[in-house]
């Protein structure tokens, strides 16, 4: 019997370098695109002096949102009935969600909120902060050819008191903010800001109207 004849190390490591390659080689093929630059905005963290503290546990839900806006993607308007969204870049997070988290945070920030988290199942709560996140884009003006957009942040709030399940009081926030330029770190920066003003208004008003709750409690409990 003749002995095996032996196999060269770069004949051995061949096929294994061909597999690496053709993938290498996929990455670049049509259809294949590298994942999108991922963005997030901050939670408030200034608000006006002489805010009340409330001692009733407030739970805050995610926001409710069209299809259009209930997405990771970064969306922006050419026309008041359009809707479309920038290439390659997401948020963190779906934007309700994202939303509902900075919510949670400027809350926190606040320093008036005794308890305040996320609505989940068999927490108890006080007040609930239902919401619904009406518009989340960036808006272009199509009579003004490469012009920066302005960013439209609306928020509809509503103070559900519990167990009753009773509306208690309700309001909308709405801001607009122009991006310096049309690069896309501006425009992020568009969208911090207008968000911000919303946020900063939206619980300051929860702040006031819970604490009338508490003293309307009080009183029928007392």
Same mark, same amino acid.
């Given at each position: 019997m003749r002995p095996p004849v032996p196999v060269p190390l770069s004949a051995r490591l061949l096929p294994a370098c061909c597999m690496i390659l053709g993938l290498l080689a996929a990455c670049a093929l049509p259809g294949f695109s590298p994942p999108p630059k991922l963005f997030t905005l901050t939670p408030k963290n200034t608000f006006a002096d002489g805010l009340p503290v409330v001692r009733s546990q407030i739970l805050i839900e995610p926001p409710v949102a069209a299809a259009g806006i209930d997405t990771g993607r970064i969306a922006l308007s050419r026309a008041p009935t359009s809707l479309d969204y920038y290439a390659g870049v997401s948020w963190t997070d779906r934007a309700p969600a994202m939303v509902q988290t900075l919510m949670v945070e400027s809350f926190e920030n606040s320093g008036k909120a005794l308890s305040v988290g996320r609505d989940t199942i068999g927490l108890r709560s006080d &007040?609930?902060?239902?919401?619904?996140?009406?518009?989340?884009?960036?808006?272009?003006?199509?009579?003004?050819?490469?012009?920066?957009?302005? &960013?439209? &942040?609306?928020?509809?709030?509503?103070?559900?008191?519990?167990?009753?399940?009773?509306?208690?009081?309700?309001?909308?926030?709405?801001?607009?903010?122009?991006?310096?330029?049309?690069?896309?770190?501006?425009?992020?920066?568009?969208?911090?800001?207008?968000?911000?003003? &919303?946020l900063r208004r939206l619980v300051e008003w929860s702040l006031a109207e819970t604490a009338r709750l508490d003293r309307e409690s009080t009183r029928r409990n007392s």
């Amino acid at each position: 019997m003749r002995p095996p004849v032996p196999v060269p190390l770069s004949a051995r490591l061949l096929p294994a370098c061909c597999m690496i390659l053709g993938l290498l080689a996929a990455c670049a093929l049509p259809g294949f695109s590298p994942p999108p630059k991922l963005f997030t905005l901050t939670p408030k963290n200034t608000f006006a002096d002489g805010l009340p503290v409330v001692r009733s546990q407030i739970l805050i839900e995610p926001p409710v949102a069209a299809a259009g806006i209930d997405t990771g993607r970064i969306a922006l308007s050419r026309a008041p009935t359009s809707l479309d969204y920038y290439a390659g870049v997401s948020w963190t997070d779906r934007a309700p969600a994202m939303v509902q988290t900075l919510m949670v945070e400027s809350f926190e920030n606040s320093g008036k909120a005794l308890s305040v988290g996320r609505d989940t199942i068999g927490l108890r709560s006080d &007040v609930i902060l239902k919401s619904e996140l009406r518009e989340f884009q960036a808006e272009y003006d199509p009579a003004v050819e490469n012009a920066p957009p302005r &960013v439209h &942040v609306r928020i509809n709030a509503k103070l559900v008191a519990m167990p009753r399940r009773s509306i208690e009081a309700s309001r909308t926030f709405e801001a607009f903010e122009p991006a310096r330029s049309a690069g896309f770190e501006d425009i992020i920066a568009a969208y911090d800001e207008a968000l911000g003003k &919303v946020l900063r208004r939206l619980v300051e008003w929860s702040l006031a109207e819970t604490a009338r709750l508490d003293r309307e409690s009080t009183r029928r409990n007392s």
